[in-house]
């Protein structure tokens, strides 16, 4: 069974920085790409950032230069590091795993982590 189990979210200040985790199980993580997405309230879904299976990264026009995704395949866990966090970052964060990162496409997702920054 595909699991997924996003952490790491919580209250920070304007400026802050916050570390979020996605630890997997039940399938071959290195062969996935796991993307990071987010919900803000009233708002849609949207993609933040993606690594794929062979490492290329791509990012949200307003993240980048301050967001960074990383992966460890030998831990089976990814990360979303944030810096400088802003206000309009407050959402509930996703990870999610598919064959390529087509944010539209994601099959698999775990439960979200909160994310909260005040100004």
Not at 44 to 53: D, H, K, N, P
Not at 87 to 110: I, K, L, N, Q, R
Request: proline letters at 2%; hydrophobic letters at 30%.
């Amino acid at each position: 069974e595909v699991q997924l189990q996003a952490s790491g979210g919580g209250l920070e200040q304007f400026g802050g920085s916050l570390r979020l985790s996605c630890a997997a199980s039940g399938f071959t993580f290195y062969d996935y790409a796991i993307g990071w997405f987010r919900q803000a309230p009233g708002k849609e879904r949207e993609g933040v950032s993606c690594i794929s299976s062979d490492g290329t990264i791509y990012y949200k026009d307003s993240v980048k230069g301050r967001f960074t995704i990383a992966r460890d395949n030998t831990k089976k866990t990814a990360y979303l590091q944030m810096n400088s966090l802003k206000p309009e970052d407050t959402a509930v964060y996703y990870c999610a795993a598919d064959d390529t990162c087509t944010y539209s496409h994601f099959m698999h997702w775990g439960q979200g982590t909160q994310v909260t920054v005040s100004s």
